[in-house]
């Protein structure tokens, strides 16, 4: 079993950044990939970054590469996002997922077995 719990989230204006951080527990932590997701209101959950299990791999969606981050410090068992220059259009519920016994990168969200809460992020214009 593992425990995701995400922190971070805020109001911010375009141009910002936020670092948002999530806290894993359970299963050993670095031994599997993580992926942040987000979910703006009235759409679907979208993949925004994903991180191998000892973070020397990451991939991004096309509309955050660039901009943000994805980390990882396995010896605090969280994972980080780091969002800089943000948009309006950034706007949503931004959730952790984790895939604990998988070792390949996946922007499905069906391929994640466990999620946080989720914690809000908001840009004003």
């Known amino acids: 079993q593992v425990q995701l719990v995400e922190s971070g989230g805020g109001l911010v204006q375009a141009g910002d950044s936020l670092r948002l951080s999530c806290a894993a527990s359970?299963?050993?932590?670095?031994?599997?990939?993580m992926g942040w997701f987000r979910q703006a209101p009235g759409k679907e959950r979208e993949f925004v970054a994903t991180?191998?299990?000892?973070?020397?791999?990451?991939y991004y969606a096309d509309s955050v590469k660039g901009r943000f981050t994805i980390s990882r410090d396995n010896a605090k068992n969280t994972v980080y996002l780091q969002m800089n220059s943000l948009k309006p259009e950034d706007t949503a519920v931004y959730f952790c997922?984790?895939?604990?016994?998988?070792?390949?990168?996946?922007?499905?969200?069906?391929?994640?077995?466990?999620w946080g809460q989720g914690t809000q992020v908001t840009v004003s214009s």
């Open positions: 997922a984790a895939r604990p016994g998988q070792y390949d990168l996946q922007t499905n969200e069906d391929e994640y077995n466990y």
């Open positions: 359970g299963r050993t932590f670095s031994y599997y990939p």
């Open positions: 991180i191998s299990g000892l973070g020397g791999t990451t």
